[in-house]
Each structure stands twice: as C-alpha cells, then as structure tokens.
T-cell receptor, first 112, second 115 residues
Framework: DTAVSQTPKYLVTQMGNDKSIKCEQNLGHDTMYWYKQDSKKFLKIMFSYNNKELIINETVPNRFSPKSPDKAHLNLHINSLELGDSAVYFC???????????FGEGSRLTVL | AQSVTQPDIHITVSEGASLELRCNYSYGATPYLFWYVQSPGQGLQLLLKYFSGDTLVQGIKGFEAEFKRSQSSFNLRKPSVHWSDAAEYFCAVGDSGGGADGLTFGKGTHLIIQP
C-alpha cells in the first residue's frame, strides 16, 4: 500500500491553463504539506494543513490554491500556469508532533 | 529563522570507500534533524533522524550521523559506499515543538559513485 500517493505523476501543459494535483495519505496523519522542488533540486515549503486547516501559506502566488476536503487529502490547484511553475511538486504528511515527513513520489509539472 | 547549509553540491566517491556528507544548521533551540535520500525520479526517503539522546544515530542502508551541538553540525557517514548509494542527499531541520511548520531543507548534495 502506498502511504502518500500523488496523481498525476507527470503533467505537461500549455501556459495559461489550469491544472490540479491530488494527494492522499493512508497513514492517519494530521498534517499534510506541499513542497516545490525546482530544477536545482531545492525544496521549499508552499503550504501546510493540519486537520483541514491551513497553517502555513508561504510566499506563493495566489494562482496556487490548496484544498483539503478531509485530513487524508490535500489537493493543489494552479490557475493560469506560467513557465516558472515548471517543477516537481511533492506532497508530504506527518503525524502530530513528530516532525518527520513522509513524502509522495512527486508530480513533475512541465509548462510549455 | 532556521536554515540548513550543505556546503558540498557534488561529491564523488569510489565504490567501497568511506563517505561523509556535511550539514550545518542554524536554529534557536534544540532542533529535530533529518537526512533524506532522493533517487532519480523518486520521492524522498528518510535515512535517519535525531530528536534527542544519543548524539550518534543509526539509520537505514548502513548510514549514521552525529549531532554536534558545539559545531551546529549533523554530518552523515557511511563506512563503505555501494553503487546504489548514488543519489541526492538532503539534510533538514525541523521545529522541536512538533508543530505543522514542516522541515527546512538544505540544497542537497549529489553523490556520484565511481567504479
């Protein structure tokens, strides 16, 4: 069983389009995150949710909108895609108070 | 604000040789420290973590790391590397309060294994 799963794994789209990435965790964790990994492999937190409540919203364009329908799911919707949005987006989860993150396999977004 | 520095962007090691990857952190209190490994096209896998107690921690795949508070370091070591260890390695620091702040990652060290 995959603990943190993301779909799709690959996404190729044109500038200006809107796309979504879905994430689900079956670990029973309270907190979920979105991280962005750029072409130089640098990982930066974008959002965190705890029990469906937004906790962290880093300096991310408001074209990015996370949604957590329940504590096992955290989706990422991106409007009006730009070339600079091309990256690998990682979903992660952690149990309350533990610090350790469990990562999905990533979703590689390519904007043409 | 917390930060992590991995001074080596690339390291090349011969198969069977020992390995040490450097990590320095900046954090106001006692940090939670982690090493993750990322193989090409994969997500991040936890190698080991330090929360408290013994400053030498053992991880998976034969890796270990030592927390040195005086040097603000958490270097990763392996006595003998295998070709399958070629990957990107990330050091990370987290809030010891255990909140939902996530982890702050270093920029990674790319490990190349020579035959």
């Amino acid at each position: 069983d995959t603990a943190v799963s993301q779909t799709p794994k690959y996404l190729v789209t044109q500038m200006g389009n809107d796309k979504s990435i879905k994430c689900e965790q079956n670990l029973g964790h309270d907190t979920m995150y979105w991280y962005k990994q750029d072409s130089k492999k640098f990982l930066k937190i974008m959002f965190s949710y705890n029990n469906k409540e937004l906790i962290i919203n880093e300096t991310v364009p408001n074209r990015f909108s996370p949604k957590s329908p329940d504590k096992a799911h955290l989706n990422l919707h991106i409007n009006s895609l730009e070339l600079g949005d091309s990256a690998v987006y990682f979903c992660a989860s952690s149990p309350a108070g533990a610090g350790e993150l469990f990562f999905g396999e990533g979703s590689r977004l390519t904007v043409l | 604000a917390q930060s992590v520095t991995q001074p080596d962007i690339h390291i090349t090691v011969s198969e069977g040789a020992s390995l040490e990857l450097r990590c320095n952190y900046s954090y106001g209190a006692t940090p939670y420290l982690f090493w993750y490994v990322q193989s090409p096209g994969q997500g991040l896998q936890l190698l080991l973590k330090y929360f408290s107690g013994d400053t030498l921690v053992q991880g998976i795949k034969g890796f270990e790391a030592e927390f040195k508070r005086s040097q603000s370091s958490f270097n990763l070591r392996k006595p003998s590397v295998h070709w399958s260890d070629a990957a990107e390695y990330f050091c990370a620091v987290g809030d010891s309060g255990g909140g939902a702040d996530g982890l702050t990652f270093g920029k990674g060290t790319h490990l190349i294994i020579q035959p």
